[in-house]
């Protein structure tokens, strides 16, 4: 069977949380109809952290959903403004709250920041991750923002829960590409937490400050995300033309393959068992075969920019081991981390075809993993989860670079004519040598480009 796509799967997510949130909301003005709005909000709170911990497992690994490590985290200073944002309402000091209110605040927000962020930025970041960067996490913060129109059942006003609906939309795009761009939440949680106590407890006043914040950090999502909204052509991937080699910028393309390597985990967690045995479109090669090799791959890099020690036997060794897409999400997250290391630019590589630097090694990663990745959406029909732009950008690159030195076996192939009208990511294969069976009706895939 075909999964949904992206878009559905996530409208699906924000359905069941408004019916959690809106029946919980009349089920405690029913049967508690004394209490205050505010307490009944956090009992439902309380049950919708309950669920999303339950439900984590469903959407990934916690690596996956961005629960992770400081030492996997990346783009930290970007942080910092946030984080001003969040304590900003304090400047004048706090007001006097009776204890037993602070208490509900403090766990009211804590859990709030702990299960909005592992829903928006977690769940529905990943659901949405083939529609690209950009589009994942405007759609993600629409749809946070329309989970706040559910608070209609808690409070009394309509415009103020819509005001709320529209500074939780600014507040998600900022959060949204904050999560791209450092590959967590955990930080994002405790800000979410602090922003919400701040903007209770501090002396200035709670609905200027929120105004100010959602304006401020609107524009830095907005930012964030304009460096990603344009597929990169070779300029803008960082190749200098002028200089012998064309290296291009590591930070950039580090950038690149943390995309490129998200959306091939998409694309693997969704294999379902009997899949694995069908034929790729690598000659010889089944789905588990080419998906074994590419864990290798990431494996072997890791540990030559880490001076770790793994089996050298690429295609020989059993890399997926009973678990496939556990395996592959561990790998590139230590891939990703070990591209980012100080001293990964002065590493020399063993590849297959002889000794290159790093910035060209990272070159021919990249594509490693989106081809590979491309190869498996086609081998398994989850053709609509593809990054197209991702495609896009290195199919300009590699027309511009050229490519005739590596058609040779075991690499590249001689290019195949695409289909009229094909997306971009079957170009990309055609022009890399490898030959498509025509698939009708393109506008059932739900491609994007």
């Known amino acids: 069977m075909t999964p949904r796509p992206p878009l559905a799967r996530a409208f699906a997510l924000w359905v069941v949380v408004m019916v959690v949130t ?30 999303t911990l339950a439900a984590a497992p469903w959407f990934g690994s916690w690596s996956e959903l961005g629960v992770n490590r400081p ?34 605040l403090v766990v009211g927000y804590s859990l709030t920041g702990f299960t909005e962020e592992l829903v928006w930025r977690g769940f529905a970041q990943r659901l949405l ?34 005001a709320q609906a ?4 600014c507040f998600g795009v900022a959060y949204g590409a904050l999560r791209h761009r450092t590959r967590t939440i955990v930080p994002l949680m405790v800000l979410h937490a602090v922003t919400d106590l701040a903007a209770a407890v501090g002396a200035l006043p709670k609905i200027p400050m929120l105004v100010a914040e959602d304006v401020v950090l609107l524009a830095l999502g907005l930012v964030l995300l304009a460096r990603d909204q344009h597929p990169p052509t070779m300029s803008r991937l960082g190749w200098d033309a002028t200089t012998e080699g064309m290296e291009p910028a590591m930070g950039t393309m580090n950038d690149q393959l943390d995309r490129a390597l998200q959306n091939t985990g998409t694309i693997v967690s969704g294999i379902t068992a009997e899949q694995w045995s ?42 997926l081991g009973a678990d496939a897409s556990r395996s592959y999400a561990d790998a590139a997250v230590a891939d990703a981390v070990a591209w980012r290391r100080d001293n990964a630019a002065g590493v020399v590589f063993d590849l297959a ?21 491309l190869d498996l959406a086609v081998a398994t029909g989850q053709e609509h989860l593809v990054d197209g732009d991702g495609a896009a950008a290195l199919l300009a690159m590699m027309r511009e670079m050229g490519t005739e030195a590596f058609r040779v076996p075991g690499i590249f192939g001689p290019e195949v004519a695409a289909v009229d009208g094909a997306p971009v990511h079957r170009q990309l294969l055609a022009f890399l ?13 739900d491609l994007r480009r």
Not at 166 to 169: I, M, N, S, V
Not at 353 to 373: N, R
Not at 433 to 445: D, F, I, M, S, Y
């Open 166 to 169: 529209w500074g939780a939309f």
């Open 353 to 373: 075809f002889g000794q290159v630097s790093a910035e060209m090694a990272l070159v021919v990663h990249l594509t490693e993993v989106i081809v590979h990745g």
């Open 129 to 162: 991750a083939p529609l690209g960067s950009t589009r994942a996490v405007l759609v993600g913060a629409a749809f946070f923002g329309a989970a706040h129109l559910a608070n209609v059942v808690f409070r009394d006003s309509v415009a103020l829960v819509v």
């Open 22 to 51: 809106v029946g919980g909301g009349l089920l405690t003005r029913a049967y508690l109809p004394g209490v205050d709005g505010m307490v009944r909000a956090l009992l439902v709170v309380e049950v919708l952290f309950g669920l």
């Open 278 to 319: 069908l034929p790729s479109l690598c000659a010889g090669w089944d789905v588990r075969t080419e998906a074994n090799h590419l864990v290798g791959g990431l494996r072997i890099l890791t540990a030559q920019l880490t001076g770790e020690t793994v089996a050298d036997d690429h295609d020989g060794h059993d890399w």
């Open 71 to 104: 030492r996997e985290w990346s783009s930290r200073s970007l942080l910092i403004l946030p984080l001003v944002l969040a304590v900003s309402p304090l400047a004048l000091g706090v007001r006097s709250v009776p204890a037993d209110v602070l208490l509900v």
């Open 433 to 445: 040598g490898r030959a498509l069976a025509p698939v009708p009706a393109w506008g059932q895939l």
